[in-house]
């Protein structure tokens, strides 16, 4: 099991966000490249990463962040937040990402998500974020009505290296994932998948880690890593044990 500790970049500080409102956003006073060096010198050796400006406005804003984190440290990077071009694509994978996460570009645009497997084999993962079993897009704001599993099959033989299922009632809530929505894409699902939305313990981890389905690659853990209710000499154990 993969654990993927969460750094969100806003305004070049880490922040939360909860299930995606800007408005309801925690800033903390660590800076992403120090966050970084904080979870490499725990152990970890997987980052996820979401570019919230980048979100915002389309473009790679935070590029010398990454940059600067991936000469440091060496860590196995998944970044998203607003990548739509083939250009911020490539930007990210020259910069030394391992894989970038495409989300409302490639939902709203399943060409574009075909050409950039083809283009980019091996570097893509699909993050689909759902409310009540329906895909969300544009920031959370704009709710689709198809049902992510429907989506799923769809592009399922793209060539999608990794998909990150979020459930957004539970991001940033700390109120445990949906592990029963998650384990329902899981498998239907070609590529590998990683929970994401709601850590919230310790216990979290080690149910992800009981689940029967070897097709769920990893963990996403972001606010309960910050405001303390996981430690991390605690959380480096679960990859170990």
């Not at 704009?142 to 998909?163: A, C, H, I, P």
């Not at 990150?164 to 929505?181: A, M, Q, V, W």
């Not at 097709?215 to 991390?232: F, M, P, R, S, T």
């Amino acid at each position: 099991m993969k654990i993927f500790p969460a750094i969100d970049i806003k305004d070049k500080k880490c922040v939360r966000l909860v299930k995606g409102d800007f408005d309801n956003k925690t800033e903390y006073e660590m800076s992403p490249i120090d966050q970084a060096g904080k979870y490499k010198d725990h152990g970890f050796k997987n980052l996820h990463i979401v570019d919230l400006d980048g979100a915002l406005t389309g473009e790679t804003v935070n590029l010398d962040i990454i940059q600067e984190i991936t000469r440091k440290f060496e860590l196995k990077i998944e970044i998203g937040g607003g990548v739509r071009t083939f250009e911020s694509i490539k930007k990210y994978i020259d910069v030394g990402v391992e894989k970038v996460i495409l989300g409302s570009a490639a939902i709203k645009d399943k060409k574009f998500l075909k050409e950039a497997c083809q283009k980019f084999p091996n570097k893509i993962a699909l993050g689909l974020d759902a409310k009540d079993g329906y895909l969300s897009v544009s920031g959370w704001k704009e709710n689709l009505n198809q049902l992510t599993l429907d989506f799923l099959k769809e592009v399922n033989d793209y060539g999608v290296s990794r998909l990150i299922y979020t459930d957004i009632n539970k991001d940033g809530t700390k109120s445990s994932p949906n592990f029963k929505e998650t384990e329902k894409v899981a498998e239907i699902s070609n590529c590998p998948v990683i929970i994401s939305g709601g850590v919230s313990s310790i216990d979290d981890i080690k149910k992800a880690k009981n689940l029967n389905n070897k097709n769920i690659e990893g963990i996403i853990v972001g606010k309960a890593i910050y405001d303390g209710n996981i430690k991390l000499d605690k959380l480096v154990k679960e990859l170990d044990a």
